[in-house]
């Protein structure tokens, strides 16, 4: 019989009772270090103080009222991300993929508002992850996604990342804009380089094209900047985020400019829960956190202590590891060995990771991990690569036997 909760996820047989920090402690007492942040998305850490002193005060005074009235908690959330970005104004929705599904109806808009309601197509990357949604799956391309949800949502066309040629070769009259991820997180933590970005820039000038940026995963001070697309000195048209924004709590957000948003008239775009006094409260908490002096520079030195860390395990064990790959606290760790076998060493020994395609262990750590914590996690995987070795070697088949 089917389980009442429903079985579409392969879920670990773990269940926690509470976190500290980038400790999570199970139901039976045992601890892990965790290295996935329920994927990118405690970016403050388990039981945070600050974190959950605001949304404690908030939920006793007021969680919801819509829409229909102002909230301040969201004007000052607001002000406070435009402050800190290329953006003049903020939408708040409750997930990524929502994130995405209003930019990129904020990028259609746009263009129809503006004389160009033939510009419908927005050119996306393989390999990109967008969603679950109707559209976002169809932005994301992957048919493994698509595979019984019927017919595709028409307008997204995909090329190669780091491609420059290829973008250009399918920008038409009916193209509005583009969409990329700074580092791609789910298909193997492949990031577009600077000059790459660089070009979307200029080609979307040159063709009157927006350059929309998801960082839904990399964005919130994940890549050590408070979003990713600083590390490539450009500016984007609109910016999608969520995971790590408000610690834990659903939120997503859409942040982009004056000449986007003028045609997002009221009653053109909403949405029931977003931007509540409690997620804006729980996600001003975590602003506090990630624009107080140094805390970004501390992020780049976790980052850099993990790096160096996580290249000597690559030199140490290059039977199980080839390479490491990734921005800021969004690592990825190019396996030899099967991914699944090294996630479960590790997770022998004590610490939670994240898979991603091409065969990469993701590591997400809190951004306010420690230093100590950094040591234990290069320890563990010290000890859980050896594990695979022995693993591999108990089940290798004997070669060449007559
Ligand atoms: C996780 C993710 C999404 C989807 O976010 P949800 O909150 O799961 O809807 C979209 N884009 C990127 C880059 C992501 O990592």
Request: with cysteine; proline share 5%.
């Amino acid at each position: 019989m089917i389980p009442a909760l429903m079985p579409n996820y392969n879920r670990a047989d773990l269940a926690f009772e509470r976190g500290e920090g980038a400790w999570l402690y199970t139901v039976d007492g045992r601890r892990f270090l965790d290295f996935g942040s329920g994927i990118a998305t405690s970016s403050v850490g388990h039981n945070n103080p600050h974190l959950v002193d605001a949304i404690t005060q908030q939920a006793q005074r007021v969680m919801h009222v819509s829409n229909l009235y102002r909230v301040p908690q969201a004007e000052r959330l607001a002000a406070r991300l435009v402050a800190n970005s290329f953006a003049d104004t903020a939408f708040f929705c409750n997930s990524g993929a929502e994130a995405n599904e209003g930019m990129i109806k904020m990028i259609r808009r746009a263009q129809a508002k503006s004389g160009h309601p033939e510009r419908t197509r927005i050119i996306c990357f393989n390999g990109a992850f967008h969603g679950r949604t109707l559209a976002t799956l169809s932005a994301t391309g992957n048919p493994k996604y698509l595979d019984g949800f019927g017919p595709r949502v028409e307008g997204f066309d995909h090329v190669p990342l780091n491609n420059m040629n290829a973008v250009r070769d399918v920008i038409t009259a009916e193209t509005a804009g583009i969409m990329v991820e700074p580092v791609q997180g789910e298909s193997g933590i492949n990031a577009a380089t600077p000059r790459f970005m660089q070009e979307l820039r200029a080609a979307c000038d040159e063709y009157g094209l927006f350059l929309g940026v998801d960082e839904v995963q990399s964005g919130m001070g994940r890549s050590g900047r408070l979003f990713a697309y600083e590390w490539s000195d450009i500016t984007p048209d609109i910016l999608s985020t969520a995971k790590g924004i408000a610690g834990g709590f659903p939120m997503g957000a859409v942040l982009t400019t004056e000449t986007i948003a003028r045609h997002m008239t009221p009653g053109s775009h909403g949405t029931t829960f977003g931007g509540s006094p409690l997620a804006c409260a729980a996600a001003n908490a975590v602003l506090d956190i990630l624009l107080a002096p140094g805390f970004l520079a501390d992020v780049r030195d976790r980052a850099a202590q993990l790096d160096a860390g996580f290249d000597r395990l690559v030199a140490t064990h290059p039977d199980i590891f080839t390479g490491r790959r990734g921005l800021g606290l969004l690592i990825g760790l190019k396996c030899k060995a099967d991914v699944a076998t090294v996630q479960n060493a590790a997770l022998a020994e004590g610490m939670l990771s994240v898979t991603a395609g091409d065969n990469v262990l993701r590591m997400l750590p809190p951004l306010t991990v420690t230093e100590a914590d950094c040591t234990d996690a290069l320890s563990m995987l010290d000890r859980a690569a050896q594990r695979v070795r022995a693993h591999l070697a108990a089940t290798a088949k004997p070669e060449n036997v007559a």
